[in-house]
Every structure is written in structure tokens, then in C-alpha cells.
């Protein structure tokens, strides 16, 4: 938490993924924490759920810049920062998201990034529905 940052959820009851409670969490927490970080004073952080036949897709959005469209291929590649300038002070080691990744992978899911229009960034980390 931060102050002045809102968070909206938007997760239906009954909504369950198949996955390890502790990748999970780590995983959703690390994408919440980086879009109140960098985005969180742009405007809302909206969390929501949507389910499929065979995944729930978590997705956490942001009215911040977005990330260049260059980047976004690179986002998950161990210890890459957008900015040069971010250190362990100023922004993290890199690994937040090569760790997201990891993790969302090892429960058989998958990670997607995207900017949206006309400001903010988008992720999904899309997990198999629990039957």
C-alpha cells in the first residue's frame, strides 16, 4: 500500500486457478507491487479476474507511461531495467518480473505485457482453471 494509490479489484466468487498458493501469490503481488510503484499515482491499479473454459486470466492494469514498445520483449530477461539509472535504491535489481515469469510458468501458465491507449500498461498472468 501506498497513500493516495487506489487499488479496484474485480475478481467474481467462486473464480479458482490451478496453481501453487505461494507462486501464485509472489507472482501476483510482484506485478501489483510495480504498477503502484511506477504507475500508482497516474490513477487507479485495477486488478480483475476473467475466466475461460480452461484459464482464469488475472490482469493488472495501470493509467501510468507504459513501457517503450521496444522493451517489452525484454521485460522478463534477468536483471533488464527500463532505466539505467534504477539501482537496488532506485528501483529494484531487475529480477522482479524474470521471477514472475518463473513462477507462472511453473504452475502451466503464461505472462503477457501490453500498452494500452492512450496511457498505461497492462499484464496477464493467465493461469489453468482449477476444474
Known amino acids: 500500500r501506498r497513500a493516495g494509490v487506489t487499488i479496484d479489484v ?3 466468487a467462486g473464480v479458482m486457478v490451478y496453481a501453487d498458493a505461494e507462486l501464485f501469490v ?9 504498477a503502484v510503484r511506477y504507475a500508482g499515482d497516474a490513477g487507479p491499479v485495477e486488478v480483475r479476474a ?9 490482469v ?8 517503450p514498445p521496444t522493451a517489452l520483449e525484454h521485460l ?4 533488464y531495467r527500463l532505466e539505467r539509472s534504477r539501482d537496488r535504491r532506485h ?7 524474470a521471477i514472475v515469469q518463473r513462477a507462472v510458468e511453473q504452475c502451466g501458465g ?10 498505461g500498461f497492462e499484464v496477464t498472468l493467465s493461469w489453468p482453471a482449477l476444474a
Do not use: I, K, Y
Open 91 to 97: 528501483g529494484g535489481t531487475g529480477l522482479g518480473l
Open 50 to 58: 476473467v475466466s475461460t473454459m480452461n484459464a482464469v486470466d488475472v
Open 60 to 67: 493488472v492494469t495501470d493509467s501510468g507511461p507504459g513501457v
Open 26 to 34: 509472489r507472482a501476483v503481488a510482484n506485478v501489483l507491487r510495480n
Open 76 to 79: 522478463c530477461e534477468p536483471f
Open 10 to 12: 474485480d475478481v467474481p
Open 110 to 119: 503464461q505472462l503477457r505485457f501490453r500498452n494500452r491507449a492512450p496511457a
